[in-house]
């Protein structure tokens, strides 16, 4: 007989869902994962890429925590960039190329084979409280399942529509079939929903494009890969190639904007601004002549491009004319049509940090379903969703992340205390904390906190122990001073003027010229690796910023550290404004660091607050 | 909670003693380093010597350790001179050294949390900080109504420009959008550097506005410096005899004149003397002329031509003019006769010193101690950020003007992370 009785049903099977269920039957959870289709497993549905700005530290902390996402885009490399050299540590971001199908089968093989974790093709249409405190899960062909806890991790697949031009159509991503009736499910457990949309490119074939006439992006050798624990990977195996929207795109959509569901008033969702479709592009920022294109490889194994910045919900015969209009493209031949996609995803500020809806016990949420976009948004989501919903059917306290140590922190923070009017996308201007939560040092903010939930490896915490024991080792020698007989030649050949007097290892690294491997090069931080290099020059170099930060960070904590009651009755307290009391007593914030990012919400009113609390303790 | 803050807890203006109180971790450790020597012990008051950037000052301190004070808190009192030359020097030599200013009612606020007031107090309190919100929201209003307030808007929305072709090239390294350099970056910078210059310049006149003009007379004995300053008051509140070194210590009085209060400060007559009290006394004079915002320097010698060593301006007053049979030789100087209270010239002399040009109603003036401790800190922010235009990456400049920005917001109360993002997506197109 077929089990019908888990601890942990995770719905959807996108970024969000794999890490979820990954995290959840490694730590011992029985765990089934639904999706609609199999052949969507972690299924790259808009650009084939992982990381980038901001993106590519969150990616960074996932491995950290104990994550795949990292691991099964260094599986499935195509090229590795990394972005913002000389801009400064705290932006560096790796970006990878990956190929859209070997991610998809490497993901899934790995989800086959994780003990406990359960791969099931259903729909899932309906979510009941059970009565023993657990759920039934019942999907569209009257299967039912029980479980402790549900993770939703639904995408856009909720009611959602795609739209090129008039042709709308009830269907989710890529003509795969949408989820029709978990929406009004949500809506019967007390969830109230939004309406967001956003959108994908046409995809072309490469040997129609015209590649003289584009300049072509090769992936960087030196780059790292994502996780720690992938030794090395080819990281330039595929190009990329950079074009441009002419005049005649200008004119072209122009002409026919009365067509666009977006200027037509067709599209009710909301859409981001971080990614405008083309149309969108030339009608606001008109005096701009082109706009730069991307052509990235969808997989080794197709011709397929994608046309990265050219997104479009026009009528297919109009794209056909914008995409002929780009430089290169003239002649392409078109795979795949641009369109829009619409969906249902709930207001997050209903969940807490943990992930779990604040009204319903063991119901858990991530990924584009909060409002967020992005893969590693949701994948970020996934496994902080996952590792709860595990501590829920364990009865341990949940475990939650924080703006000073993570991107992930400042994500969940963000969506859960501020409403979105837009599908979110982490940014590292949304980081109080740049300095401090760097790519480079995602390891060293949450190897610990991943071995102590379980999710991290001997290995992995070994290669751990061992860096942080080597940058202790050499953070140590960083007072030992130097003269200048045996630093003066590498200072003049770098162009660092040479004092006279003796330098610490400190003072040396300081100068912006010296690297911490010039440093070893003259015989000292013997025996040191490269990344414990890099960490003990990136922490001298920049220590009075990030000196700063950290009295920042300890002065906000303050207020993080004092906990609101979650049975205040906001209504009632005197000097706060109505529009304070309402925010508050919606979003029940967990502590008055959170109270006073919650907007509408002012300084004056978090003094009232601090005030009410101190009454209340002392009665 | 646990910043050090001070303000001036006596009433402002013309008092015997003023009493600057300052609580917070900090407060003993901040005191010591301008007050000695510093009370043994608590609760006991001490006579000591209290350093300020401007001159010396004795006073009294003495100092409650926490939990035992109104706060709850270390606190520390300065109990100083009256007048407010004097608290505003004690205040900004504590704002120097780490503490910040208070807000309204912040001390019964940290004495209330820190249960040092009773529950009955709790509804009052809380209605005083409703009132505080209701008026500072009305100030904000106001502020915004001014020009300060335009001209803070303004360089918030310089600085936001500039932070925002930051941030968008460091989230967007791949897009080709026109973005500065980091040179003029700096450039813009600089100039609202120079802007937040001005502004806190003002400052010394919006504490004009506030507290009005000291004016310090001072001049050799028997010249008529006390006949003048009653001649000025009218009324004869200061004793006037023939006798050399009559006045012995220094008298503040003060008098409006349309809308300026003047503080005049009567002084000894300066010269060498040995009595003592008397030698005090011109020390005294000397130290006030020092402090003051303008000197009148009182001869009644027509041929005196003598400036007197100050770095403060000066006016020289020629005098008992009815005993005069020429005129003085400095055309530039006042003529008055204190005997006949023919002093009209003077006020309106000062008066003009002051108002026409500078104190104007619809100008900018900083005139809120909390809203000059913004400005500085977001100069010194910015000129981190300057600074690491040369020194450090796009990233730590980022920040640092981040910081300046959000700085300024504490005054217009405006620095949500939304304009940031609102201002990125406005003026750059962006998205894949």
């Known amino acids: 007989m077929t089990n019908k009785n888990f601890d942990v049903i995770v719905i959807g099977a996108g970024h969000a869902g794999c890490e979820a269920a990954l995290a959840a039957a490694r730590l011992g959870c029985s765990t089934l994962m639904l999706a609609t289709n199999l052949d969507t497993v972690a299924f790259l549905a808009c650009n084939p890429s992982v990381g980038g700005t901001a993106k590519g530290q969150i990616v960074k902390e996932i491995d950290a925590l104990g994550g795949e996402m990292a691991v099964n885009a260094d599986k499935s490399l195509l090229q590795m960039r990394m972005l913002n050299r000389g801009k400064g540590p705290a932006v560096f971001s790796p970006r990878a190329q990956v190929d859209k199908n070997a991610y998809h089968t490497n993901m899934k093989q790995t989800v086959e084979h994780t ?21 039934y899960v019942t999907t569209a062909v009257q299967l039912r399942y029980h479980c402790r806890a549900v993770v939703l991790c639904c995408g856009v697949y909720l009611n959602s529509r795609t739209l090129v031009g008039q042709c709308v159509r009830d269907s989710g991503p890529n003509g795969f079939a ?6 009004d499910s949500l809506v019967r457990l007390g969830f109230e929903l939004h309406r967001f949309k956003t959108g994908t490119p046409a995809r072309v074939r490469l040997d129609s494009i015209d590649l003289a006439k584009t300049v072509e992006q090769k992936g960087e050798e030196d780059v790292a890969p994502f996780s720690y624990m992938t030794p090395s990977v080819p990281s330039a195996k595929r190009s990329c190639y950079l074009t441009y929207s002419t005049e005649q795109t200008k004119r072209i959509i122009l002409q026919n904007k009365h067509l666009a569901p977006i200027y037509n008033g067709s599209i009710n969702g909301v859409g981001p601004r971080y990614c405008p479709s083309i149309e969108d592009k030339v009608v606001r920022f008109a005096d701009k002549e082109r706009h730069q294109i991307f052509l990235e490889p969808e997989s080794e194994d197709t011709c397929e491009f994608y046309v990265q910045g050219a997104s479009s919900s026009m009528p297919a015969d109009v794209q056909e004319q914008i995409y002929h209009s780009i430089e290169g493209l003239e002649n392409a031949e078109i795979m795949r049509d641009a369109y829009a996609i619409e969906y249902d995803c709930i207001d997050a500020t209903q969940l807490d940090a943990s992930l779990m809806a604040k009204h319903l016990a063991g119901v858990f949420f991530a990924g584009q379903i909060n409002g967020t976009s992005g893969y590693e948004e949701a994948a970020g989501q996934g496994i902080v969703a996952g590792i709860n919903a595990e501590r829920y059917v364990h009865g341990k306290p949940p475990f939650t992340l924080r703006r000073d140590n993570s991107y992930i922190g400042v994500l969940i923070d963000d969506i859960t205390t501020k409403q979105n009017t837009e599908p979110y996308r982490m940014m590292t201007s949304r980081a109080e904390y740049r300095l401090v939560l760097r790519q480079d040092n995602a390891d060293l903010r949450l190897t610990e906190l991943g071995r102590q939930i379980g999710l991290v490896s001997d290995e992995r915490y070994n290669k751990f122990l061992h860096k942080k024991q080597q940058i202790e080792q050499g953070m140590q020698q960083l007072n030992t001073v130097v003269s200048p007989k045996v630093y003066g030649s590498l200072f003049e050949q770098k162009g660092e003027a040479v004092t006279g007097a003796g330098l610490t290892l400190d003072e040396m690294l300081r100068r912006p010229n010296i690297s911490a491997k010039d440093v070893q ?31 920042a960070i300890a002065q906000a904590a303050k207020l993080e550290n004092k906990l609101l009651p979650p049975d205040i009755d906001y209504m009632s307290i005197d000097g706060l404004r109505i529009e304070a009391r309402q925010k508050l007593d919606k979003i029940r914030p967990k502590n008055l660091g959170q109270a006073g990012r919650i907007l509408g919400v002012s300084p004056a009113d978090i003094q009232i607050l601090i005030v009410y609390l101190a009454q209340v303790i002392h009665k | 909670m646990n910043n050090t803050i001070v303000a001036l807890s006596t009433a402002v203006g013309r008092a015997a003693i003023a009493v600057v109180r300052m609580s917070g971790e900090q407060a003993i450790e901040i005191a010591k380093k301008f007050f000695a020597p510093f009370p043994t012990q608590p609760n006991f008051l001490r006579v000591g010597k209290l350093s300020t950037e401007h001159f010396d000052e004795q006073a009294m301190c003495v100092y409650f350790v926490a939990p035992h004070s109104y706060t709850g808190e ?39 949390v820190n249960g040092k007031q009773n529950l009955s107090n709790a509804e009052g309190i809380i209605e005083m900080i409703d009132a505080e919100t209701a008026s500072a929201a009305k100030a904000g209003a106001n502020l915004l109504e001014n020009n300060l307030g335009k001209r803070i808007v303004q360089l918030q929305d310089e600085l936001l420009d500039v932070l925002s072709a930051c941030e968008v090239a460091l989230d967007y390294p791949e897009e080709d959008l026109e973005l500065p350099t980091v040179g003029t970056a700096k450039q813009r910078l600089q100039q609202v550097e120079e802007q937040l210059s001005a502004l806190i310049s003002t400052s010394t006149l919006g504490k004009v506005a506030r507290y009005g003009i000291d004016v310090a007379i001072v001049g050799r004995p028997n010249v008529g410096k006390s006949s003048l300053l009653n001649a000025l008051l009218g009324t004869d509140r200061a004793i006037v005899s023939e006798i050399q070194g009559t006045t012995r210590d220094t008298l503040r009085e003060s008098v409006n004149y349309r809308d300026i209060r003047f503080n005049f400060v009567d002084t000894a007559g300066l010269r060498n003397s040995d009595d003592v009290i008397e030698a005090e006394g011109v020390r005294r004079a000397k130290k006030a002329a020092d402090s003051a915002d303008v000197v009148l320097h009182v001869t009644d010698d027509p041929n005196d031509r003598s400036v007197y060593p100050t770095v403060r301006p000066q006016v020289r007053i020629y005098n008992k003019s009815d005993l005069y049979e020429r005129e003085p030789c400095c055309v530039d100087s006042l003529v008055v006769s204190a005997k006949y209270g023919d002093v009209e010239i003077i006020k309106e002399t000062l008066y003009e010193m002051f108002s026409a040009k500078d104190i104007d109603s619809s100008d900018l003036l900083i005139t809120n101690e909390r809203h000059l401790d913004c400005l500085q800190r977001s100069k010194r922010q910015l000129a981190s950020a300057i600074a690491a235009c040369d020194a450090a990456t796009l990233d730590v400049v980022t920040d640092q003007i981040r910081l300046a920005w959000q700085t300024l917001g504490e005054i217009t109360g405006t620095s949500a992370q939304e304009d940031v993002i609102d201002r990125i997506y406005s003026k750059f197109c962006l998205g894949k």
Do not use: W
Not at chain 1, 527 to 548: C, F, M, T
Not at chain 2, 76 to 96: D, M, P, R, S, Y
């Open chain 1, 521 to 551: 090069q003259l015989g000292y931080l013997q025996g040191l690796d490269g990344d414990a290099l890099q960490q003990i020059e990136l922490e001298s170099k920049y220590s009075g910023y990030i000196r700063k930060e950290q009295e």
């Open chain 1, 178 to 183: 949408n989820a029709k009736q978990l929406s």
């Open chain 2, 74 to 112: 270390n606190t520390v009192e300065f109990h100083c001179h009256g007048g407010v030359a004097v608290a505003q020097a004690v205040i900004e030599t504590c704002l120097k050294n780490g503490a910040v200013m208070a807000q309204n009612g912040e001390f019964s606020k940290r004495a209330f």
């Open chain 1, 115 to 135: 003990p406990n974790l359960h791969l099931r093709q259903g729909e899932a249409t309906d979510i009941e409280a059970a009565e023993d405190g657990g759920y």
